[in-house]
């Protein structure tokens, strides 16, 4: 058939564009993000600033934690520990102080083993290769995407809860992003703007562009009632053309949560009470809390758990509060009581100590454990 003899071309309609492949599709939002980004981010601190080192710690400070709850933690953090060298010196009181109510505290400790291979193997300047940032502890995938892209301008893709959300609807993905071969596509659909976007050699574009995902997912493509009114890409949404909004993401069901019961004992000698430090390699090690014990709906007499699982002897006074806080899948209900002592500690409670309110002000206490310290020296 010759040329002149093809069908004339059907007009293309406005639902075409919903049908382009999804590479295709995806390289269409990039001028729209890049236009919303310049205009409708936060000012957040981080954004102030190309410092590998600081986008690194409000990378992994945002890990788990909300922006709001970051920002004076970030600048805390940026004011006491300016560079790589400060935080691979510092104590381990000073970066658990740092951290103290922002959890995971595994985040801290790998941040500063981090930073002394930093110092050790780069000379102290954080690495531009992406291979190399990726090798650091507590790195992954995302967290070495965004500082390459956000620091370096560098185009590789991120993928952070945000940004599946904001992809899975795009483009109406209805399997479980947790499921190999979605993420693996979600990954695919994540790096084709960016690169599309390096190829025009602007010093900031790829920084910008994986940054706007990632706001838009944060501030208007929320899990909850999504600003898709306002959305600078809406007219690409899949979710949005086809009711699936409050469908999408699929993660599938959430594994029930368990209920968890701790006794804590708060127990005062002449202005001093008794506290212990975790161990290292337990949950929250490092940190200080009072003495306390697991225990069940059932449990016996408190005084008879405390002498068997602490070796304290103790006279309950009376209970001073109750806090109620989750931890994973895990939903705690943590009692404190007043108690004292009623015969000195046995060998089997050492690791413990007496310290008085201002020396316990300057430890790193779990959250749970820093309410009830609030309580009784405020
Ligand atoms: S239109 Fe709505 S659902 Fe679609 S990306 Fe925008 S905010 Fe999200």
Request: aromatic share 4%; charged share 25%; proline share 8%.
């Given at each position: 058939m010759s040329r002149d003899n093809l069908p004339p071309a059907?007009?293309?309609?406005?639902?075409?564009?919903?049908?382009?492949?999804?590479?295709?599709?995806?390289?269409?939002?990039?001028?729209?993000?890049?236009?919303?980004?310049?205009?409708?981010?936060?000012?957040?601190?981080?954004?102030r600033t190309r410092d590998p080192y600081a986008i690194w710690v409000s990378e992994i400070m945002l890990q788990q934690t909300q922006v709001k709850t970051v920002i004076p933690y970030w600048e805390r953090w940026m004011?006491?520990?300016?560079?790589?060298?400060?935080?691979?010196?510092?104590?381990?009181?000073?970066?658990?102080?740092?951290w103290e109510g922002l959890g995971y505290y595994t985040r801290v400790r790998n941040l500063?083993?981090?930073?002394?291979?930093?110092?050790?193997?780069?000379?102290?300047?954080?690495?531009?290769?992406?291979e190399a940032i990726l090798d650091l502890p507590g790195i992954g995938r995302y967290t070495a995407g965004a500082i390459s892209s956000i620091a370096f301008n560098e185009p590789t893709p991120i993928l952070d809860g945000n940004v599946i959300r904001v992809l899975t609807r795009l483009f109406g993905i209805?399997?479980?992003?947790?499921?190999?071969?979605?993420?693996?596509?979600?990954?695919?659909?994540?790096?084709?703007?960016?690169?599309?976007?390096?190829?025009?050699?602007?010093?900031?574009?790829?920084?910008?562009?994986?940054?706007?995902?990632?706001?838009?997912?944060?501030?208007?493509?929320?899990?909850?009632?999504?600003?898709?009114?306002?959305?600078?890409?809406?007219?690409?949404?899949?979710?949005?053309?086809?009711?699936r909004v409050d469908q999408l993401p699929n993660l599938g069901a959430r594994a029930p949560a368990t209920a968890r019961r701790f006794a804590a004992f708060v127990i005062e000698r002449r202005g001093h009470?008794?506290?212990?430090?975790?161990?290292?390699?337990v949950v929250n090690a490092h940190l200080w809390e009072f003495p306390n014990m697991e225990i069940s709906a059932t449990s016996p007499d408190l005084k008879v758990i405390a002498k068997k699982e602490l070796g304290l002897a103790l006279a309950i006074v009376e209970k001073l509060c109750v806090i109620k806080h989750t931890i994973t899948r895990y939903?705690?209900?943590?009692?404190?009581?007043?108690?004292?002592?009623?015969?000195?500690?046995?060998?089997?409670?050492?690791?413990?100590?007496?310290?008085?309110?201002?020396?316990?002000?300057?430890?790193?206490?779990?959250?749970?454990?820093?309410?009830?310290?609030d309580k009784i020296a405020p």
């Open positions: 059907k007009p293309k309609l406005k639902a075409e564009r919903h049908s382009s492949s999804p590479a295709r599709k995806v390289c269409d939002l990039v001028p729209a993000l890049l236009a919303w980004f310049a205009h409708g981010a936060r000012d957040l601190p981080w954004r004011h006491a520990l300016p560079e790589i060298r400060d935080l691979a010196e510092a104590t381990p009181e000073t970066i658990h102080k740092l500063q083993k981090a930073s002394r291979q930093i110092i050790a193997n780069h000379n102290g300047q954080f690495p531009r290769d992406h209805a399997t479980n992003p947790r499921e190999k071969s979605t993420n693996e596509k979600l990954w695919r659909l994540a790096e084709q703007p960016v690169l599309q976007t390096h190829a025009t050699k602007s010093e900031s574009a790829c920084s910008h562009l994986n940054q706007s995902l990632m706001e838009l997912g944060a501030i208007v493509c929320t899990p909850k009632q999504p600003n898709c009114p306002q959305c600078p890409v809406q007219r690409h949404c899949t979710a949005r053309r086809t009711g009470f008794l506290v212990r430090q975790r161990p290292a390699g939903r705690i209900t943590l009692e404190a009581w007043r108690a004292k002592i009623k015969s000195p500690l046995r060998k089997s409670a050492r690791g413990i100590t007496w310290l008085t309110p201002a020396e316990l002000n300057n430890l790193a206490f779990t959250s749970a454990h820093r309410k009830i310290l």
